[in-house]
T-cell receptor, first 114, second 111 residues
Framework: DTAVSQTPKYLVTQMGNDKSIKCEQN?????MYWYKQDSKKFLKIMFS???????INETVPNRFSPKSPDKAHLNLHINSLELGDSAVYFC?????????????FGPGTRLTVL | GQSLEQPSEVTAVEGAIVQINCTYQ??????LSWYQQHDGGAPTFLSY????GLEETGRFSSFLSRSDSYGYLLLQELQMKDSASYFC????????????FGPGTRLSVLP
């Protein structure tokens, strides 16, 4: 009955590798997001995506790319990992029409690049 | 540009009332949300204000003044479990209708 799930929970890898983080939501929401939270707990949006539009934060390097096989999934691919990519990555979702504008976050994936 | 300011830390005792302020400079602003995050956990939604005024949800209330670009989260009858980080987030129509999060305020509740 998990609302927004992410795998893996922890990811440790070497610089230069390519990795993916998976995200799934079973809430029937239209929009999904990826956020990066650094060691100082700054929470920065990376992407938002619904079935019509991908919005990219212009500060995100193009080594990061979202892939959505269907409405319930938004995976994050990262190429050529760098030390500065170490952070906690959160997936989130929200319904298209929500007066509360509430976003539901997944448990997070802690990425450590060595 | 988009920027939000919050105090970095607030400390209060159990049973007290605490107010966490948030000021924003956001083009295309359409609303202010508040999220709570415990250490090691995910952000969870607390409240949202689209219009000026106070929204009350149990022990938590949130206020917005659009003319002052200012909002606050009010926590009453503080409990130890309220110790967490609190983030305000401003919705921006010029940012793909997405939310820009503030730097967060760490609240410590003392016995």
């Amino acid at each position: 009955d998990t609302a927004v799930s992410q795998t893996p929970k922890y990811l440790v890898t070497q610089m230069g590798n390519d990795k993916s983080i998976k995200c799934e939501q079973n809430l029937g929401h239209d929009t999904m997001y990826w956020y990066k939270q650094d060691s100082k707990k700054f929470l920065k949006i990376m992407f938002s995506y619904n079935n019509k539009e991908l919005i990219i934060n212009e500060t995100v390097p193009n080594r990061f790319s979202p892939k959505s096989p269907d409405k319930a999934h938004l995976n994050l691919h990262i190429n050529s990992l760098e030390l500065g990519d170490s952070a906690v990555y959160f997936c989130a979702s929200s319904p298209m029409t929500s007066g509360r504008n509430e976003q539901f976050f997944g448990p997070g994936t802690r990425l450590t690049v060595l | 540009g988009q920027s939000l300011e919050q105090p970095s830390e607030v400390t209060a005792v159990e049973g007290a009332i605490v107010q966490i302020n948030c000021t924003y400079q956001t083009s295309g602003f359409y609303g202010l949300s508040w999220y709570q995050q415990h250490d090691g956990g995910a952000p969870t939604f607390l409240s949202y204000n689209a219009l000026d005024g106070l929204e009350e949800t149990g022990r938590f209330s949130s206020f917005l003044s659009r003319s002052d670009s200012y909002g606050y989260l009010l926590l009453q009858e503080l409990q130890m479990k309220d110790s967490a980080s609190y983030f305000c987030a401003a919705g921006s129509l010029t940012y793909g209708q997405n939310f820009v999060f503030g730097p967060g305020t760490r609240l410590s509740v003392l016995p």
